[in-house]
């Protein structure tokens, strides 16, 4: 079974950074697909960003682009979120998610796991 455990979350002002994480386990992650969703209070769960570890081929939200990286440890397991220059509108929980990669990389938010969620505010 796979799981997911995001870490990282805190309060930071705006301009500064986070880095998020996201240690898998239960499963043969070369084959999979990991990605990073957020939910704000009141609206929908939306995408953030996405990785094919397999190869490391990354695609973002528009919204995030230019500020937010991510990446993968192969040693380590984990997924990586990198945010910089965090806005006020960037406050929300981040979610981790995986599905098995079917040679498609989008933004489509059908993961088959999640993990529990780790709460970012950026305050102006």
């Known amino acids: 079974q796979v799981q997911l455990v995001e870490s990282g979350g805190g309060l930071v002002q705006a301009g500064g950074s986070l880095r998020l994480s996201c240690a898998a386990s239960?499963?043969?992650?070369?084959?999979?697909?990991m990605g990073w969703s957020r939910q704000a209070p009141g609206k929908e769960r939306e995408f953030v960003a996405a990785?094919?570890?397999?190869?490391?081929?990354?695609i973002y939200a528009d919204s995030v682009k230019g500020r937010f990286t991510i990446s993968r440890d192969n040693a380590k397991n984990t997924v990586y979120l990198q945010m910089n220059s965090l806005k006020p509108e960037d406050t929300a929980v981040y979610y981790c998610g995986s599905k098995l990669d079917s040679g498609y990389l989008d933004r489509r938010q059908d993961y088959a796991y999640w993990g529990q969620g780790t709460q970012v505010k950026v305050s102006s």
């Open positions: 990785i094919r570890w397999s190869e490391g081929t990354t």
């Open positions: 239960g499963g043969t992650f070369s084959n999979y697909i």
